[in-house]
């Protein structure tokens, strides 16, 4: 793909970022309303989460609050495993977006010490991946460095599955905590 089109798509998804922060569409979202969709969704409710997380976590939203959601409308076991899809595929997601778009742009100005980083994930990108996710987790930036790295997809995805759980386990588990806590506080 030539370098204007990956310019064009760059801009394109920076302005969609702009638009939901700028137009208070984020903000205009009814939570009940939400719940009470999901609800109603059945399994479907599960996939539009999954998606949901997937697109808007690379764009900044932050994982803590799909972790500590997910049990306030699913069983703990449930809420665990949609957040740990959930975060799988924001990563996904956002390493293909940088290594699509950005990848070669990236490459072709990376310095020597940057450089001597890429191949250790080159090399070892299973163990190095999922050390990354064991510390930060999905951040965003991380997703996009990894993206534009010369690690492989599969150490990528591999590290990634391994790496996020331990963290999506415990955030959830405590997201559970907090929503018997308040809905004994309600009740």
């Keep these: 793909m030539s370098t204007p089109i990956k310019l064009g798509l760059l801009v394109a998804f920076v302005a969609a970022i702009l638009w939901l922060y700028a137009s208070g569409t984020l903000e205009a979202v009814d939570a009940e309303a939400v719940q009470a969709w999901i609800h109603s969704a059945g399994a479907w409710g599960g996939v539009v989460f999954v998606a949901v997380y997937g697109l808007l976590q690379p764009l900044g939203v932050r994982s803590v609050f799909f972790l500590l959601s997910a049990p306030l409308i699913w069983s703990p076991a449930d809420a665990v495993l949609l957040s740990w899809i959930g975060a799988v595929v924001a990563s996904v997601i956002a390493f293909g977006f940088a290594r699509f778009v950005a990848r070669d742009w990236a490459q072709g100005r990376a310095s020597a010490r940057v450089r001597k980083l890429d191949d250790k994930l080159a090399e070892d990108g ?6 990354l996710r064991l510390v930060f987790y999905t951040t965003p930036a991380l997703q996009f460095a990894l993206g534009v790295s010369r690690v492989r997809f599969r150490a990528f995805l591999f590290g990634t599955i ?5 963290f999506t386990l415990l955030m959830t588990l405590f997201g559970a905590q907090l929503s018997a806590f308040f809905w004994r506080l309600l009740s």
Excluded: C, D, I, M
């Design 126 to 131: 299973f163990r190095t991946v999922t050390l």
């Design 162 to 166: 391994v790496g996020v759980l331990p």
